[in-house]
């Protein structure tokens, strides 16, 4: 499994001891310092079945900065793949992708049903 992380947010970190408490085995990346590109995330959108609007990290400044509030609802799904693509401060974190999965954003329950029903 691929873990997409941002290693001082603590919802990560806390994503993070959970799936090695599980003894999980995953791969960390840095989601600042290797950005995740318009294919992965066009990827990683289609497999999750969430809205692209979910793969926005709406309480970050960043995404504040920019408007995106009120920008998304106009932007075209091929230009919000691009805005994502271009900063990794935009997109929600942790990322668990995984064989025919992808989980955005830490919930506990979610992360453990999915990996218990693999």
């Not at 995953?26 to 590109?37: G, S």
């Not at 998304?72 to 091929?78: I, N, W």
Request: hydrophobic share 35%; net charge neutral; charged share 30%.
């Amino acid at each position: 499994m691929l873990f997409v992380e941002y290693p001082k947010c603590t919802t990560c970190q806390k994503a993070r001891k959970w799936l090695e408490a599980r003894g999980e085995t995953f791969t960390c990346r840095h989601i600042k310092e290797e950005n995740p590109t318009e294919q992965e995330l066009k990827l990683w959108w289609e497999c999750s079945g969430l809205p692209l609007k979910r793969f926005f990290n709406t309480s970050g400044m960043r995404y504040k900065e920019l408007g995106l509030k009120d920008k998304l609802p106009t932007m075209s799904e091929a230009e919000q793949l691009a805005l994502l693509a271009s900063d990794g401060m935009l997109v929600k974190r942790p990322i668990l992708a995984g064989d025919g999965f992808v989980l955005v954003g830490f919930r506990e329950a979610e992360w453990s049903e999915r990996l218990d029903n693999r």
